[in-house]
């Protein structure tokens, strides 16, 4: 039993040294380094400066990644609906086709594409002003803040939509049609039949979206308008222009902090739901 | 007086054809069981009466009302599935309420009737128990009940006791019959077992290949099949084949056929004659065929053969005996030894004739 049990951990040992090595230990390196000096004593002054410097940033960051998460939520529980409930199935096999193609396309191109679509003379104020809709004095830049989350929900809808599709495909045909000829609405078989089974999966996405989201640097520096920023680009630059790693890693701390802060939410209203609380 | 009405109906799933042409009558407070064999089309006739699939043509009514353009949701046809199909999110009570809340009937109303059905069900003290925490049994009972809650003019039950083992089966069985006696709503039920259908139906519509091969009481299909088919299929499973008119009478006087239930028409008829019987209905001798008492019956088939295996069923033994090309089985109440000779006997009134 002894040696089976040794045995067992020798098997797994290159697995641990490898997470351990490339991943526990950067992590909790760049944690250290926020919290501390470069004589190792621990210190708040990275933490204090971050909020000092990038304050606005960080909110900023915050708004664009709540705009984002509440939006890509709507939008992809809608389309995922409509791909497994719509009476239409031809329309739908086709929504079912275009909707992936994100999935496809880098962050850097999905960026550089929309910053020529988004521009005060870019594709869409062309096309709306040779359709009469818009004077040219009238068009609007949306780059900026109201970009990113385009950009932003965009880009995840592929991806959350693939989950909750997944997730609602995997629900027992039969429990629908049961709440069907009992007199149930689509509608309502989607909020009181669906979605309290999928919670756990929309969760998952949306929190796999927001990590996503903290972590992109190429959309905030092409389709953003400089400040305020995203704590991404604050990061770069920090590590970039001044080599200063404390500065950095203590927004790095921040940004798991945000995620962490979703993480919980989350957490507890999947086990209010279960009704452990 | 005829409560749901089938008038040929025709569906399809892409370019194969499910059901063809089904036509049926159901009664106010008639049970009817769908009998026949897997891939029949039973599960897809359910489904074409609920609106879950469309249909190609015919069509459907319940009363006075055609229901085959209608939606699912507008039907108040309602279905037990194998499956139970039970939200697991929900408590017992909720799952048993919803069509109720869902007809926007107010709280306490509804309140007292999921505690009416619960007690109709036998699951009382069970209403807040989540339904993943029932066994089979129970969460069939609050399908049943579910299904039930809403009165709809036609419940329909897809195989609702396969899931179940064979005891908890028999219970719940005889609760769907009673609770049908007792409530008197008109139902369809699915099954693939013959002896459920026997004993939970009023008429039995035995399916084969997208249409109805018989629609009868369960003494009719059973001693009258109608057909070969459905001789089979409901146990009549000893085959004999006969080239001739000739051949046959050979065995058995013309006179005692015309009397038994056979086919009018057997009489000028270019295809071999086929033969069904019921083991049950074979008598089994070791004697020589010569035997003065096995000619006390004139009108009867009888075959030499020898036993080729002998199972134990509990109350008797079933011999298969290789007759020439048939194996034929028969009830036999001794255990018999591989190479017995034996002669086997059956008489003309237990023979259907095809
Ligand atoms: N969704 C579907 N798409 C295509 N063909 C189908 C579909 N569902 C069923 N069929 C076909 O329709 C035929 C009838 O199926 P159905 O489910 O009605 O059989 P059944 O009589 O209920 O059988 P079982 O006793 O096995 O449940 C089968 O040949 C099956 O292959
Ligand atoms: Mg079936």
Redesign the pocket.
């Known amino acids: 039993m002894r040696s089976s049990t040794s045995y067992n951990l020798w098997l797994i040992a290159p697995a641990a040294l490898m997470v351990g090595l490339f991943f526990l230990y950067p992590l909790f390196f760049s944690l250290y380094s926020a919290i501390t000096t470069d004589e190792g004593g621990l210190t708040l002054a990275h933490l204090e400066k971050a909020f000092e410097l990038y304050s606005n940033d960080i909110l900023f960051t915050i708004i664009i990644v709540l705009a984002s998460v509440v939006l890509l939520a709507i939008l992809s529980i809608s389309i995922a609906a409509l791909i497994t409930l719509s009476p239409f199935r031809s329309i739908v096999s086709l929504l079912g086709f275009i909707y992936r193609i994100p999935l496809f396309i880098p962050f850097i191109v999905t960026a550089q594409m929309m910053r020529t679509f988004l521009a005060k003379n870019g594709l869409m104020n062309n096309a709306f002003i040779a359709s009469g809709m818009l004077t040219p004095l009238e068009t609007v830049s949306f780059l900026g803040w109201s970009g990113i989350i385009i950009v932003f929900v965009w880009k995840q809808l592929a991806f959350c939509t693939l989950l909750i599709t997944g997730a609602m495909a995997a629900l027992d045909e039969s429990q629908i049609r049961a709440a069907r000829n009992l007199g149930a609405s689509r509608l309502r078989i989607l909020f009181q039949i669906m979605l309290p089974q999928i919670t756990p999966t929309i969760g998952v996405a949306m929190i796999l979206s927001t990590v996503t989201i903290m972590s992109v640097l190429s959309v905030p520096l092409m389709i953003g308008t400089g400040t305020p920023t995203m704590i991404a680009t604050d990061m770069a630059f920090r590590i970039n222009s001044y080599g200063d790693y404390h500065v950095a890693n203590a927004l790095g701390l921040v940004s798991y902090l945000i995620c962490a802060g979703l993480a919980w939410f989350y957490l507890r209203q999947s086990l209010k739901d279960k009704g452990a609380i | 007086m005829t409560h749901l009405l089938i008038e040929n109906l025709h569906a399809s ?2 370019d ?1 054809v ?1 059901l063809n042409n089904i036509n049926l009558a159901v009664a106010q407070g008639e049970m009817i069981a769908l009998l ?10 359910l ?1 074409a009466l609920c609106g879950f699939m469309p249909i190609q043509s015919g069509c459907i009514s319940i009363g006075d009302r055609k229901i085959s353009t209608l939606a699912a949701e507008k039907r108040n046809i309602t279905m037990v599935f194998q499956s139970y199909a039970l939200w697991p999110h929900m408590t017992v009570s909720q799952n048993i309420g919803y069509g109720l809340k869902v007809q926007k009937v107010e709280r306490a109303e509804i309140e007292t009737r999921v505690n009416e059905l619960l007690s109709i069900v036998n699951l009382e003290g069970l209403q807040d128990e989540k339904v993943t925490a029932l066994s089979g049994g129970q969460r069939q009972r609050v399908a049943l009940a579910r299904a039930l809650a809403i009165r709809p003019d036609v419940l329909v039950l ?2 609702p006791l396969s899931n179940l083992d064979a005891k908890v089966r028999l219970n719940v069985r005889h609760e769907i019959k009673a609770l049908q006696k007792k409530l008197g709503f008109t139902s369809l039920i ?1 099954t ?1 077992d013959q002896e459920e259908a026997l004993v939970m139906a009023d008429r039995i519509a035995v ?1 084969n290949q ?1 249409q109805i091969e018989q629609l009868g009481t369960p003494e009719e299909i059973y001693h009258q099949p109608k057909t070969a088919f459905v001789a089979d299929f409901m146990g009549a499973n000893n085959k004999l084949t006969f080239s001739s008119l000739a051949s046959l009478q050979q065995q058995i006087s013309l006179s005692s056929l015309t009397q038994s239930k056979m086919q009018p028409s057997f009489s000028n008829k270019s295809t071999p004659y086929q033969v069904f019987f019921r083991s049950e209905d074979v008598g089994l001798t070791t004697l020589s065929q010569d035997h003065p008492k096995l000619h006390n019956e004139t009108d009867a088939i009888r075959i030499l053969g020898d036993v080729q295996q002998s199972a134990f069923l509990g109350g008797s033994y079933q011999i298969s005996v290789r007759c020439g090309k048939h194996t034929i089985q028969a009830d036999h109440h001794e255990n018999l030894l591989e190479g017995t000779p034996v002669t086997l006997c059956v008489p003309a009134g237990a023979l259907h004739i095809f």
């Open positions: 799933y892409g194969k499910i026949g064999p897997s891939g029949c089309g039973k599960t897809t006739l489904n897809d195989e699915v693939h399916l997208g």
